[in-house]
Structure formats: C-alpha cells, structure tokens
C-alpha cells in the first residue's frame, strides 16, 4: 500500500473543518458546566479563551504556512529546540488531548441520545458512537470531509437556532453577577473567571488539528492561516452571543444541572419548537468534534511514525489513504479512558494538555523566527504575538485543579516512559532538521477541491 497522504483539501473544506472542529461538544456539552462555575458572568470565561485562542491561532497560522507537516507540533518543537524527548512528549500529550475530547465529546453524545432512545444505556450510546466514527474516519479523507461539511451546517444551524428564539431575552439579568452554588456571593470574581477560563477554553481547542492534515491540503502555506484565522473568529462570535442568551434566557444555577443545556433553552424561550429535533442536531455536533479529532489524532500519529517517533507500523495507510494502524490504536485508547472520569475534569484535563502544548509552540515560533529565517512562510507575524500568546496560555495553566493536574502528570509519564522505551535513534532524529518542501512532494491521485 502507498504510504503517501492525498492532498484533497482545498480552503473551504478547511474552513468548515476548523469551525467544525471548534465548535460543538465544548459547547454543546459544557455550557452548562461553565454557568455552574461562573454563574452570568460566563461569558467572561469565552472572552478570555478566544483571546488565548486567537493569540495562539494566529501563530498556529504563521507556523503551518511555514512547516506545513502532518507531525504538526511533533515536527515543529523538535525543529526549534532540537530535543527528540520534548518532541515526542508534547506530540502524544497533543495525542492524549484528543482522545480526552473524544472520551467528553461520547459522554456528552449519550446524555443527548439515551433521552431519544430510553432502550440505550450510556455504554450501548458510546458503543455506537466510537463505532460508526472508526468506520467512516476508515472509508477515508474525502468521506470524513463530505461528512464533516454536512455535520457542520446542521450544527451551525443548531447554534443559530439558539440564538434567534433567545436572542430577545438578553439584558434580562446581570451579567457581572458570578453567583452560584458553589459561590454565594455575588458581583465579578476574577478567580473564578479564570478557572472558569480553563473550562470554557475547551470550547475553542481544534484550530491546531487544522495543522495536522496539512500534508493533505492544497497549497498548505496559503489555504491553512486562512482557513485558521477565518475558524477562529467565526466561531469566537457564535460563543460570544451563545453565552450571553443562555444565562438570559435559563438562570446559571438550572442551566448547571442539565445534560441537554442548549434543549433546555431553546424549550424555555421557544416552547413550541419541537426541541427533539435540536437534540438530534447536539448529536450531529458532538459526533462531528469527536469526528474531527479522531481524524486529526490518526494523522498525529501517522506523522510521528513517519519521523520515527513512533513503530513505522502506525504509518500503514489503505488504499484509500486512511492511517488504519493509527485509528485502531486510538479506539484502544479511547476506550480505556471514557471508563474513566467525569465530563468537566475530561474537558479541563483536555484543555490543560493543550495550553501546554500551545505555551511551547508560541515559544517555537519565536525562537524560529531567530533561529530559521530562511523557514519564512507567507504568513509572518511580530514576535509580540506568539510571545502574548504564550503569557496568556501559560497564565490560564495556573487555574488547573488537583484532580486535573493528576491526570496530565499521568499522561505525560505515560508519553515519557513510550519515548524511553522507543529512544529513536539519533540518525533518523537528525533527518527531522531537514527543510521540507511539500509542495514540491509529489501528489498521489490528487483529486478536486472541496
């Protein structure tokens, strides 16, 4: 079988990727998680993630129009800072973060289906969730692709739905009041917003996978800081207004306790809208995230195995172009993790993972500017950016809780004690400094665009 990714992905199919990605199960599933923590005050908790996501985006942009490798953050910190360990450390923490994200995305999945199919119970829901996800992400790019678009629409849909029937009720409460259960005093807690961050930051993660699937895009230096920057803002305005008509139109305290948050408002503010319907559109959007990240962690790993960071057997693909090693690996995963821990400390665990990873790409980008220049892609950006971006992530890491902060120590010994095991061999690191040209790869059965 050729072992060669197909370059099938041209910018809007990116563009729906990105915001496909980006929004859904954060969303959809933890809104009312977040209203729990930060009361009306929640959307404060998506103001400072989509500036930490946007800072961080944009030097994703930079960083993908000049690397453009299906390793993704692998290839590059091994490229700024020559440490096969880092490299490979942060790569499957990069790994591990899907794979939680796929483990709240299924919880989330059930807690929307089992209420439509009451014979279901949530281990038969996620059964059937991570099933038909093996099998199309297997059927191959363009399959997921068409999939992905189609997904998308219907939960863009979904979220617009929200916003038109609860869009009358903003200015009905007091957005600076951060009561809760938890927190009985009312007015701003900064503390809080910034744990809260930690929460809702979830929502934003999936602007990186666009970085993985560069091997497969169409004129990658071009088509990825677009389609990047345009997923980000788009989704940023949608979360923005979403938060703002939740807590109008249910109070934070009510909203907390719902597995169907975004139901329960579109039944409060609209209650003849047959809100069955909206519940199959949350299933539509939690399924295209987990989609999405299933998709981008087999490409993580497939890039790893092809730097030899991982057994060159995880590189295998099918004829159809599929990394079928890599997604077999990940459902063994997936499916020991989701037996595990609950949908915030999942969601929060996810998050930390990234804003580490996301810290040291900033950091990257800036020594590579220095180190590099002859790397300039045709997206360059001042220094000031990724250098913000990386005090912006670094500081919402100080608001991770015990109980998260264990599961990535775990995760990271777990990486750490793979690299041990494997030690690639100094000569096949050595080959990862090398400038790549891939446009100037050839490509295998190109087909249209997107």
Not at 46 to 58: D, E, N, P, Q, R
Not at 71 to 76: L, N, P, R
Not at 88 to 111: D, Q, R
Not at 258 to 284: D, H, N
Request: glycine share 8%; proline share 4%.
């Amino acid at each position: 079988m050729d072992n060669t990714l197909q370059r099938r992905i041209g910018l809007l199919a990116l563009t729906f990727y990105g915001v496909g990605d980006i929004l859904g199960a954060g969303v959809y599933g933890l809104i009312g998680k977040a209203a729990g923590e930060m009361g009306n005050g929640i959307w404060m908790g998506f103001v400072i993630g989509a500036i930490a996501a946007t800072l961080t985006g944009i030097s994703y942009a930079s960083l993908g129009s000049r690397y453009p490798r299906a390793g993704g953050c692998a290839y590059i910190l091994h490229r700024a800072f020559k440490s096969p360990m880092l490299s490979y450390v942060i790569g499957l923490a990069v790994f591990f973060a899907g794979i939680t994200s796929m483990a709240t995305s299924s919880k989330a999945f059930a807690g929307y289906l089992v209420p439509l199919a009451p014979s279901l119970t949530n281990g038969m829901a996620i059964a059937i969730f991570i099933s038909l996800i093996s099998i199309i992400v297997l059927a191959g790019i363009r399959t997921s692709m068409g999939l992905n678009i189609v997904c998308t629409v219907i939960e863009v849909t979904g979220l617009l739905i929200v916003i038109f029937v609860g869009f009358k009720f903003i200015g009905s409460v007091d957005y600076l009041n951060m009561q809760t259960a938890t927190n009985t005093t009312s007015g701003i807690h900064w503390e809080r917003a910034l744990s809260g961050a930690v929460l809702t930051f979830y929502s934003f993660i999936g602007f990186e996978d666009m970085l993985n699937v560069s091997e497969e895009v169409k004129k990658p230096a071009v088509t990825i800081p677009k389609a990047l920057l345009l997923s980000v803002f788009i989704s940023s305005a949608i979360y923005l207004i979403l938060s703002l008509v939740a807590v109008s139109v249910i109070p934070a305290s009510v909203l907390s306790k719902s597995t169907q948050p975004l139901v329960e408002v579109v039944k409060t503010a609209a209650p003849g809208f047959p809100t069955r319907i909206f519940s199959i559109i949350s299933l539509f959007a939690l399924f295209n995230t987990a989609l999405l990240n299933f998709i981008t962690g087999s490409r993580l790993i497939y890039g790893m195995s092809k730097q030899e960071l991982l057994p060159a057997f995880l590189s295998k693909v099918t004829s159809s172009g599929s990394p079928y090693m890599a997604i077999f690996t990940q459902v063994v995963l997936f499916t020991a993790l989701v037996m595990a821990g609950n949908i915030a400390h999942l969601a929060k665990s996810t998050s930390a993972l990234l804003l580490i990873s996301y810290t040291l790409m900033n950091i990257a980008l800036v020594k590579l500017k220095r180190s590099d220049p002859e790397g300039k892609g045709k997206f360059e950006i001042p220094s000031a950016i990724p250098i913000a971006g990386a005090l912006v992530c670094a500081g919402m890491l100080v608001n991770v809780t015990l109980t998260e902060v264990i599961i990535v120590v775990f995760l990271f010994v777990c990486a750490s004690v793979l690299y041990l095991i494997m030690r690639p061999h100094h000569s096949k690191i050595a080959d990862m400094h090398k400038a790549v040209d891939i446009q100037a790869q050839p490509v295998v059965a190109e087909t249209r665009q997107l």
